[in-house]
């Protein structure tokens, strides 16, 4: 018993030690000390925040590499990505005036809201992965899931965006739409500003399609089980 034990705690820290999920805790750490800088250095908080979400794209790689895939992973990497944007949406929210202050706090409701209706959702159809939407009728939601590159570009613009918005902010009292405009007059920065906007719009179409499309999931299995209990 004692040796089925011991064997047993040695598989599950095996599990935490796969290398694509110490690139997580590393994540994690950099995040850490990204935010905790966040108002004193801004340049040091844009690169350890934009190194850590690069990241997120390399453990998935790394995980595959070495056949070392776990739900524990999967997990670590989906709360890490949404916590983390979600603590820059409310620095966003306290760096510009009303009404950008509750536009980021908006943005910060819908991208939970969506993730968590969309993970629920994949646990009463009973796949294996919140990515598997094959069966979903919107063209653009398949495109997302079904495509990594345009998946990428999606985060990578919206977390971009983010972070430009972040550098660009001086003072409390500053509307977030004019200094959106101010970045899109701005040489190479207005290309950047605007490629980025660009895809963080069809995030947020994304989110919003997702919340929908997992809501009526759960609504469909209400309906179902209690037709069950009917008859």
Known sequence: MAESNKKKKQSTLSVYLYIPNITGYIRIIMNVVAFARCFQDKK???????????????????????????????????VTDRVSTACLLVVLSQCYRRPGSTIFLSLLSLDIASH?????????????????????????FRLYYGNRAFMAYCCVASELLYIILFLLSETQSESVIEVLLTGLKHGYLSFLVAIALFGWAIKQAINVIQMKTAADVCVLYDLNRKQQKQY
């Open 44 to 78: 040091l908080f844009a690169i350890l925040y934009f190194i850590s979400f690069v990241c997120d794209g390399l453990d998935g790689w790394l995980a595959r590499k070495f056949n070392q895939v776990s739900t524990f992973g999967a997990v670590l990497d989906m």
């Open 116 to 140: 968590w209706l969309q993970m629920y959702s994949t646990f009463l159809s009973g796949k294996a992965t919140h990515k598997d939407v094959k069966d979903s009728t919107n063209w653009l």
